[in-house]
Nanobody, 115 residues
């Protein structure tokens, strides 16, 4: 069983920064990819950023140049550095881990950006 625990969310003013963390139970090397998704009220869950085992990254157009996904194998943790935050970035952010045959989700962390 995989457990993913997100942290680092909070309230920030527009233009500010936050760093989200996703700590996994056990080695993250076993995952084919890990990613961050977000869901705002009334919206579908959308991919924000992902990173593959090989290190390839992918970003939603809306966050390119502002957000950076990274990982620390020693800490079994994936991060999402979010800079130049905008009110439209407000959402619950979820961590995702992809394995063969399925994926696992964290419980989510709220990010609120005030204007």
């Amino acid at each position: 069983q995989v457990q993913l625990v997100e942290s680092g969310g909070g309230l920030v003013q527009a233009g500010g920064s936050l760093r989200l963390s996703c700590a996994a139970s056990g080695s993250i090397f076993r995952f084919n990819a890990m990613g961050w998704y977000r869901q705002a009220p009334g919206n579908l869950r959308e991919l924000v950023a992902s990173i593959t085992r090989g290190g390839g990254t992918n970003y939603a157009d809306s966050v390119k140049g502002r957000f950076t996904i990274s990982r620390d194998y020693a800490k079994n943790t994936v991060y999402l550095q979010m800079n130049s935050l905008k009110p439209e970035d407000t959402a619950v952010y979820y961590c995702d881990a992809l394995v063969l045959g399925g994926n696992f989700w964290g419980q989510g962390t709220q990010v609120t950006v005030s204007s």
